[in-house]
């Protein structure tokens, strides 16, 4: 459950890029919000309005023009450490097993062979896929490899978890399978997640708060506290209100967006 | 039910099992029969020519009884086919290793460093289009007819495929499983050795693999000019054709075709099991 304590500052970001024809593309515009500790975060607005910017800038990948983002009370000025990332095409090791994947961070942060066998297997069998720990990637179904990024990811033992579109290439049945499991996963191992999507009804049943971005430029259009006890019912009154409200604020902004 | 019904069964294998083993035999046989022609074309231009006087040709069994004679007949200076081919992959094999040492080291800097790229692409540039051949006479000034003379001109032929191929997969690694790994906590040297090489390797072993081939052409050639202690595939070809014993110089071009044929299939070998994570394997 949410901590009290401000795990992101995020302050006056802004952010543009240089376009095809040299034309300035304003990415996020003056974008301001915190993330508590342990909170369940998502990132929710249209394409192309910064979304995939806004993480990039949190992860240190890329720089704010204006503004800055702290971590854990700390300037961040390049890419962070210890931070389970999972961008939205996975980006498994493709020469590597499951298990090899798995064990790459605790390879690099040192810890000995024996140590790093358990842990991994440990986020293996956390995240199902005990029994697929010699099989490569290419061997493995979308969901699957999703579980493996996860795995991955966690077993650092992070201090967040930075997800863009995780689910989006999945099968519906897939997606709400994989939605519950990344909510036991978080609940298991307290931690912050920054979960950046375009599926209103996803930011519903999964986050905490959810921050909605308005077309590009990105601005903060509104921060909503979602108040649903878990697990939530996708199809109870509230959380299809709640939906809707938040499709309406939507609509409005396509609708600035074509006028 | 549905499922059962589509695998038709066929004795003890599916239906699908049955058809890639006929398509299997059936390939074997169309390879089979290409042969034969080819032989059978051989051996008619070889008695045709032989009848008008033209120049001669060798029939397959002329050429065939010699290749397997040459194993056992020892030439003019006492040497045997085998000692030949040993004394020719000597040479490969040396200029071939230092090819790779040299190449592939080289070519994950140059693709990791687009700094050191641009400044050596002039040089790289320029050198890579004379052909190995031309460095001959160059070779055998620099080391006279040795072993090393040999090996410098498969260098320079092994060199820039190794290189070129190198240089082009480790640019291509994804940006994202960097960006992944840093995130995680690797510095710059997990990311040359956990990332950059095992993902650079499928281009490596196609650098190799048409590396070691052009070496091997280069040795031949390398062989045509000068050879120390009489030894060598190629000089081997070119002394038998000087003397008028063409049906062994055939045979030693049989073998040469079988030697770089092995070695293409050595690599592909060792690539499938190198490569067991990959999508695809290259074929031919």
Redesign the interface.
């Known amino acids: 459950m949410p901590g009290t304590r401000v795990k992101i500052r995020v302050k006056n970001v802004s952010k543009s890029f240089i376009g095809e024809f040299g034309e300035r593309i304003d990415a996020l515009h003056n974008v301001t919000f915190d993330v508590y500790e342990n909170e369940f975060f998502c990132i929710l607005g249209p394409s192309g309005c910064g979304k995939t910017t806004l993480l990039r800038i949190i992860?240190g990948?890329e720089r704010p023009d204006t503004g800055y983002v702290e971590v854990d009370g700390r300037r961040v000025s390049e890419?962070?450490?210890?931070?389970?990332?999972?961008?939205q095409?996975y980006?498994l090791?493709?020469?590597?097993?499951v298990l090899g994947n798995v064990e790459?961070?605790l390879?690099?942060?040192g810890v000995p062979e024996r140590e790093r066998r358990r842990i991994a297997q440990k986020y293996i069998d956390l995240v199902g896929l005990s029994g697929f720990e010699r099989l490569?990637?290419?061997e493995l179904s979308g969901g699957m490899k999703q579980k493996v990024a996860i795995a991955?990811?966690l077993a650092?033992s992070?201090v967040m978890l930075?997800l863009d579109e995780p689910f989006a290439d999945l099968d519906a049945q897939t997606r709400m399978y994989m939605q519950r499991e990344i909510l036991r996963i978080w609940n298991e191992e307290q931690i912050t997640v920054l979960f950046v999507t375009h599926s209103v009804e996803e930011a519903v049943f999964l986050a905490d708060r959810i921050l909605l971005l308005t077309a590009r430029p990105g601005r903060v259009k509104k921060i909503i506290k979602v108040g649903l006890e878990r697990p939530r019912r996708r199809t109870s009154e509230e959380f299809v209100s709640l939906v809707s409200k938040i499709l309406h604020l939507l609509e409005e902004e396509l609708h600035e967006q074509l006028v | 039910m549905i499922h059962k019904t589509l695998c038709v069964k066929i004795g003890d294998k599916t239906a699908s099992e049955r058809i890639k083993y006929i398509a299997g035999i059936g390939d074997l046989l169309l390879s089979i029969m290409t042969i034969v022609l080819a032989v059978i074309f051989w051996h008619t231009l070889a008695l045709y020519l032989t009848f008008t006087g033209l120049p001669y040709l060798p029939t397959p069994i002329e050429a065939f009884r010699a290749f397997l004679l040459s194993f056992v007949e020892r030439d003019l200076w006492g040497h045997t086919i085998i000692d030949h081919c040993i004394a020719s992959l000597e040479r490969v094999g040396l200029g071939f290793a230092i090819a790779f040492v040299t190449a592939v080291p080289l070519g994950l800097i140059m693709g990791w460093f687009r700094s050191v790229r641009v400044a050596a692409y002039p040089i790289v540039e320029v050198l890579r289009y004379i052909p190995p051949i031309a460095w001959i006479p160059f070779s055998i000034l620099l080391f006279r007819v040795t072993l090393f003379s040999s090996a410098f001109i498969v260098w320079i032929g092994a060199f820039f495929p190794i290189l070129l191929n190198t240089i082009a997969s480790t640019r291509n690694i994804?940006r994202?499983?960097l960006?992944?790994?840093?995130?995680?906590?690797?510095?710059r040297k997990?990311l040359m050795f956990?990332?950059v090489v095992?993902?650079a390797?499928p281009g490596i072993i196609t650098g190799v693999r048409v590396g070691l081939g052009v070496g091997w052409m280069c040795v031949i050639a390398a062989e045509f000019v000068g050879v120390p202690e009489g030894l060598g595939l190629g000089y081997y070809v070119w002394t038998m054709a000087a003397i008028g014993r063409y049906a062994e110089m055939v045979a030693g071009m049989l073998m040469i075709g079988i030697i770089g044929l092995l070695m293409n299939y050595a690599i592909l070998f060792v690539e499938r099991r190198i490569l067991?994570?990959?999508?695809e394997v290259a074929g031919y």
Do not use: C, H, N
């Open positions: 992860a990948l890419p962070l450490r210890r931070v389970g990332y999972i961008p095409d980006s090791f493709p020469w590597r097993t790459f961070g390879e690099v942060l490569f990637p290419k991955r990811a650092i992070p930075l | 994804g994202a499983q960006e992944v790994a840093v995130l995680m906590g690797a510095g997990d956990k990332i095992p993902a390797l067991r994570w990959r999508e």
